[in-house]
Structures are given as C-alpha cells and as structure tokens.
C-alpha cells in the first residue's frame, strides 16, 4: 500500500494538466489517480476507482459541468477535498466554488511548493486562504449593506477573532505571522480558517443539495 497523496486533476487545458501532474508527481510522495476534462468526466472516472482520491484540484471554468458543480457534488457524497486551482478570480466564482464546498482556493500560477503545502494542509484540517481570497472574502462581508463600507461578520455568523484572521490574512501574513501577533497557535489560526470557510459554504446549502439531487452521484 503506497503512503503517497493520491490526487485527481480536473482542468480542460491539457497542457496544465500535463504540468500539474509533472510538479506533483516530482514531490515523490503524491500519486495522481486520474485527470479529466470537466466536471462529468471526473465523476464518471470517480465512479471507476477502487480508490478514490483524497485531494481533486479542479478548475473552475470548464464546458459541460464546471467546477463549482462538480465540487457541489462530490463535497457533497464524499470525503474528498477540493482544492480551487485556477486563474478566474472574480468574486462571484470565488465564492460559488468556496461555497458550493471547496476545501482552499488558489491560482493557477501559484508556485508548485505553494500547490503542494496546500493539499498537505488540506489533508490535515487546514484551508489554505490566499491574501487575494481573504480580500475578496472581507469585500463581500462589506458588500452585504450597501452605502456603507462597514464590515458586516454578523451576516456569516463570523466571530470578532475570525474576521481578525481575515484582515490579517488579507495583508499577506503567514498562518505562523498571525499566530505571534495574536498570540495563539498555529493550529488555532488554521481552525479559524476552516471555519471561515465552514460559514461560507452554509449560504449555498440549498442550491448545492438541488444540484446534487438532479446529478445524482451513483
């Protein structure tokens, strides 16, 4: 039985697949179990393994079944990991991946050590968060009541520590960065995160579930 991450790549530019694979593959302890073009094809291959993998990087911008839902399905009927890995960064598909289920954002030109210390992360609680994304994030929170540039964390439940992280995270702080300077763990900065993102996919609950019932994944 090998120890190596098993990893599925989900993008409709071959070429990046290709490298993706070749990065991941040169880390010697990640195996990637299957790639595939869109969002079908990836179920269709899920449906085929003995073993399913624990991280899928998907793309977001796909023909036939994007990302955001595919994510919504497989966040939805397994214990697979998604990982956003694409150069469309506007608001609203950021947010649709995050909160169709995706597990961590990150885009396509992240350096292949930043790829690879986001799926370990992912793999142990962690959601890796960009400072792009936790601007984004901050924007929409400030979005929420127009005429006002006010931050609004009440309408995601987020508590007073977590939008904390969010502005720190924003101004491109490590997790350890954060962790000195609010005087708390690592781990605790890393638990933050994941619930961040835990609040954030709460808003889309209904859609995701009226997806999955009309893609059913068996």
Do not use: C
């Not at 990065?23 to 094809?41: Q, Y």
């Not at 350096?111 to 992912?122: G, M, Q, Y």
């Not at 508590?159 to 708390?184: D, F, P």
Request: glycine share 6%.
């Amino acid at each position: 039985m090998s120890n190596k991450i098993l990893v599925g790549i989900v993008d409709d530019n071959p070429a990046i697949a290709v490298q993706l694979k070749e990065n991941l593959s040169a880390s010697g302890n990640i195996e990637v179990v299957f790639s595939a073009s869109n969002g079908e094809a990836a179920l269709s291959s899920l449906r085929k393994l003995s073993e399913l993998p624990q991280v899928i990087l998907m793309d977001i911008e796909m023909p036939v079944m994007n990302g955001i839902e595919a994510t919504a399905v497989i966040t939805k009927e397994t214990d697979i990991k998604v990982l956003i890995l694409t150069a469309f960064d506007t608001d609203e598909k950021v947010f649709e991946a995050i909160k169709a289920g995706a597990s961590g954002y990150l885009l396509k030109d992240s350096k292949p050590h930043r790829i690879l210390t986001a799926i370990e992360d992912v793999l142990m609680g962690g959601a890796p968060m960009s400072p792009l994304i936790a601007t984004k994030t901050l924007e929409l929170l400030r979005s929420k009541t127009p005429g006002t540039n006010e931050l609004q964390p009440h309408d995601y439940n987020l508590s007073v520590r977590e939008t904390e992280i969010l502005k720190l995270l924003a101004q491109g702080h490590s997790y350890q960065k954060i962790a000195n300077e609010l005087y708390i763990s690592h781990g605790t900065v890393r638990k933050h995160v994941e619930n961040i993102y835990s609040k954030l996919h709460i808003n889309n609950k209904a859609q995701a579930a009226n997806f999955v019932h009309q893609k059913k994944w068996s």
